[in-house]
């Protein structure tokens, strides 16, 4: 049984795949399972990977027949994982070197705890590499293991389940899948971490998150798929429907909703205009659903903007964001 498998699901990055693979594969650390997902991917990422797997017996290839996007296809790659934890990476980003020797050390001083959680950094064409603002959160003094409780401001980190390493035994346990669609991320890190009773940091860049230009990030790709972030939500509440120990978590992870919600409203290339409103309406009877009794809003300019959005106000919302750029601007001379 090896330490780690690393899932790395794979669909049109054939200019990315082989030095996704080689971060890997390069590691210092040698005890790992490399399971590659080809998600039907119709350029020649089935080829990349069936070499690598010829070349390195570490490496498992599992065809898929056909495309069944992100979330499915990391959970074909969790059926067939043996590791002690399992990570993730996505197949257009890479790991730092050194990355797994740390997090196996960490591990193993910590007693193997549920999750561990390190940093990222984004990397840019023009050859930045920037490290996420979430740096501080990992320097802060506390102990070495953890429950949310006592470290609630990891839900403040960017909900992504690639940087993160989970005991396979605990996410067994969880009946932690990914669902279909966009945002799949969402209601699996938040239940891991909320569900976790044990976690530990590690203060450390691990990936190296390739921020495309030519529109390769789904994310940022005008669709009304981004609509699926209100059914990933409904997920993580029915989590915590099943769990009423956790039911203090509800006004905190709301108010991270909303302002996941804003986020996707107001990056531009996401809603398309022609749909915005329709957003506006679907947020306003999704929040009147789920508001619990205890959520405070923000105060301030943010506050203001997501409880706008959570009434589907979109005429005072726009003019809040418009007074605001206004001002931007005014105060740049």
């Given at each position: 049984m090896p330490r780690f498998s690393v899932i790395v699901p794979v669909h049109r990055v054939e200019e990315y795949l082989p030095e996704c693979l080689e971060s890997v594969l390069g590691q210092s650390f040698a005890d790992f399972e490399l399971i590659a997902v080809d998600d039907r991917s119709p350029d020649g990422c089935g080829a990349i990977l069936d070499a690598a797997a010829r070349r390195d017996e570490r490496v498992r290839v599992l065809h898929l027949p056909e495309n069944v996007g992100l979330g499915r296809a990391r959970n074909a790659g969790l059926e067939h994982a043996t590791g002690d934890y399992v990570l993730f990476?996505?197949?257009?980003?890479?790991?730092?070197?050194?990355?797994l020797q740390a997090v196996h050390d960490r591990l193993r001083d910590c007693a193997d705890p549920d999750i561990l959680v390190h940093d990222y950094a984004r990397t840019y064409a023009d050859g930045r590499v920037v490290r996420a603002a979430s740096a501080a959160v990992f320097g802060r003094p506390g102990s070495d293991v953890f429950t949310l409780d006592e470290r609630p401001d990891l839900l403040e980190l960017l909900q992504v389940v690639w940087n993160k390493a989970y005991r396979r035994d605990f996410v067994a346990e969880q009946g932690l899948t990914f669902p279909a669609g966009y945002y799949e991320d969402t209601p699996w890190t938040y239940?891991?971490?909320?569900?976790?009773?044990?976690?530990?940091?590690?203060d450390r860049v691990g990936v190296h998150y390739r921020q495309r230009q030519e529109g390769g990030n789904i994310l940022a790709t005008a669709s009304r798929k981004h609509f699926d972030v209100f059914d990933q939500y409904d997920l993580v509440f029915a989590f915590l429907d099943r769990r009423p120990d956790l039911v203090h978590w509800r006004p905190v992870v709301y108010g991270?909703?909303?302002?996941?919600?804003?986020?996707?409203?107001?990056?531009?290339?996401?809603?398309?205009?022609?749909?915005?409103?329709?957003?506006?309406?679907r947020a306003a009877e999704h929040c009147a659903r789920l508001r619990?009794?205890?959520?405070?809003p923000p105060a301030g300019a943010a506050g203001l903007r997501t409880e706008l959005l959570s009434q589907g106000r979109y005429t005072s919302y726009q003019a809040v964001r418009a007074l605001a750029r206004t001002r931007r601007l005014v105060a740049r001379g």
């Open positions: 990476l996505d197949s257009d980003d890479t790991y730092t070197p050194g990355l239940p891991a971490l909320l569900a976790a009773g044990r976690i530990t940091l590690l991270r909703m909303l302002h996941h919600l804003n986020t996707v409203v107001s990056r531009p290339g996401r809603i398309p205009p022609r749909d915005r409103r329709e957003f506006f309406r619990p009794a205890g959520y405070r």
